[in-house]
């Protein structure tokens, strides 16, 4: 069995939506690094890929200079595109907490520009992770913060997704409009796809507020969609983390964060077993 693949992705395109970008930004490149070394520290081979221009999770995990990278994703999205042939490991970068990345950089810009006229435009990303998929146990995408053709790409290529999301009005109004594409993306594209779940983060347990959402939307969805049962506390220290370009396992191994992302790896590891039994099951 190769790799269960999952696309990390907030979308919030409604012109409303436009200031949250940033934070959304942050916490869904926050979940994909911390959960894809939780996942590395329980023994698992891990694969992150870094699917957004602006390489934010290349620069989380310590690659400042990601522009001065000759091979990234991009690199091998264009190869695929080109029919050009590269070593599978080509570009990987292994990164000292135990993961290997796939980077990215401005050019994927313009391999996003590419697909426009590229053959199967929704799939590249997918051939490309198809022929990693042996070699991982888990391979994690983190997407750009808007449903364009690499975020499609990226669903295309994806077993499950994660939505990370704040707990206030706006993240949960934009949640929907994504929902709805997934849902898309399932019909069209890819028939395997499903939401793994909701995952609430930046949590302030303080205010009256994000627990009345927390509640509302485990009560909406809860029976369709799984709302994870662990959530992200709000705290410095996971900004800081990822400005020194270490997890929040290296960085405050003892805070409550990285104990909240210790939970989250082991639900997601629960979640990754019951599906191989279900799938086992249903081909006796």
Known sequence: MGARAYSIVVDNQDVAYKALQAKEKILKTTTTANLGIGLAKQGKKVLLVDADPQGSLSVSLGFRDQDALIDTLATAMSAEMEDTELPIDHGIIHHGEG????????????VELSLFN??????????????LRPYYD???????????LMTINALSAADSVIIPTQPNYLSVKGLNLLLKSVSRVKK??????NIDGILF?????????????????????GNNIRVFRTEIPRSVRA???????KSIFAYD????????????TKEVEQLGKETYRLRSDSVR
């Open 201 to 221: 983060t930046m949590v302030d347990n303080r205010t009256n507020n994000a627990q009345s959402v927390i509640s509302s939307m485990r009560e909406a969805v």
């Open 253 to 264: 191994k003892n805070g409550k964060v990285a104990q909240a992302y210790e939970m989250l």
């Open 138 to 148: 888990h391979i994690l995408i983190d997407c750009m913060p808007s449903l364009g």
């Open 239 to 245: 900004a800081e983390a990822g400005e020194a370009g």
């Open 118 to 131: 590229a053959m199967s435009r929704e799939t590249i990303l997918r051939t490309v992770l198809n022929r």
């Open 99 to 110: 993961v290997d990345l796939l980077p990215a950089n401005i050019e994927l810009s313009g």
């Open 188 to 193: 069209q594209i890819n028939p395997k796809l």
